[in-house]
């Protein structure tokens, strides 16, 4: 008997071996969190050819803020390429350049 697929998730990236590397120090709950931001906004976020881009995030905690630095071309899979914790006002200045999770959750 065969089985049909019920659910397809279209919400697939790749990861590079820095950004495993770092996301793995995080604790379990930083990284579920990480991730749903990603899955989040995966379709949102620009394309550019060649060249990485970031965006920023803040864990629940509202302690921890974070960048992204990412590889998203046309008609390919993204890819994270790095993660970084970053400062406070390195967060405000990403909400000012619309360059925020949450600006592209809103869309």
């Known amino acids: 008997m065969?089985?049909?697929?019920?659910?397809?998730?279209?919400n697939e990236f790749d990861i590079d071996i820095?950004?495993?590397?770092?996301?793995?120090?995080?604790?379990?709950?930083?990284?579920?969190?990480?991730?749903?931001?990603i899955t989040s906004i995966i379709d949102k976020l620009p394309t550019k050819v060649y060249?990485?881009?970031?965006v920023c995030g803040?864990?629940?905690?509202?302690?921890?803020?974070?960048?992204?630095e990412y590889l998203n071309e046309d008609d390919s899979v993204l890819i994270m390429i790095d993660l970084n914790v970053i400062s406070l006002d390195e967060y405000?200045?990403?909400?000012?350049?619309?360059?925020?999770?949450?600006?592209y959750q809103d869309l």
Do not use: M, P, W
């Open 18 to 37: 820095n950004f495993a590397s770092k996301i793995s120090k995080f604790q379990e709950n930083v990284v579920e969190h990480i991730c749903a931001d």
């Open 92 to 103: 405000l200045d990403a909400i000012i350049a619309k360059k925020t999770i949450k600006y």
């Open 2 to 10: 065969d089985l049909r697929q019920r659910f397809i998730e279209d």
């Open 51 to 54: 060249f990485s881009q970031d």
């Open 58 to 68: 803040v864990v629940k905690d509202g302690e921890t803020f974070y960048t992204l």
